[in-house]
């Protein structure tokens, strides 16, 4: 299991831009070994994944954010970052990051099978 803890979330106008992050700690394995994700729940509605990076660095993102979003981790850091541009107002919501030791990418993902979750972050778009 591994301790998450994402920051980074705020207010921001439509068009703007964030970068989150997600600090890991107490973690078994190494820190690269582990497929990382971010996902996403607005209110009233169900949690959604965004992005995910594997252990062999491929990434994925839901359509919804192809071309706005980009998700990466530095290893050295142990930490995972999502940039985000172009914000919509869909976009808001409480971020939160997860990682797993099993490589799957968006299979994962649209299990939404993490072994671990962090606390999220709010992000809240605006006009």
């Known amino acids: 299991q591994m301790q998450l803890e994402e920051s980074g979330g705020g207010s921001v106008q439509v068009g703007g831009s964030l970068r989150l992050s997600c600090e890991g700690s107490?973690?078994?394995?190494?820190?690269?070994?582990?497929?990382m994700a971010w996902f996403r729940q607005a209110p009233g509605k169900e949690r959604e994944g965004v992005a995910v990076i594997d252990s062999d660095g491929s990434t994925a993102y839901a359509d919804s954010v192809k071309g706005r979003f980009t998700i990466s981790k530095d290893n050295a850091k142990n930490t995972l970052y999502l940039q985000m541009n172009s914000l919509k107002l869909e976009d808001t919501g409480m971020y939160y990051c997860?990682?797993?030791?099993?490589?799957?990418?968006?299979?994962?993902?649209?299990?939404?099978?993490?072994?671990?979750w962090g606390q999220g972050t709010q992000v809240t778009v605006s006009e």
């Open positions: 997860a990682s797993d030791q099993r490589s799957g990418g968006w299979w994962l993902v649209q299990r939404q099978d993490f072994y671990s």
């Open positions: 107490e973690f078994y394995y190494d820190y690269s070994s582990y497929c």
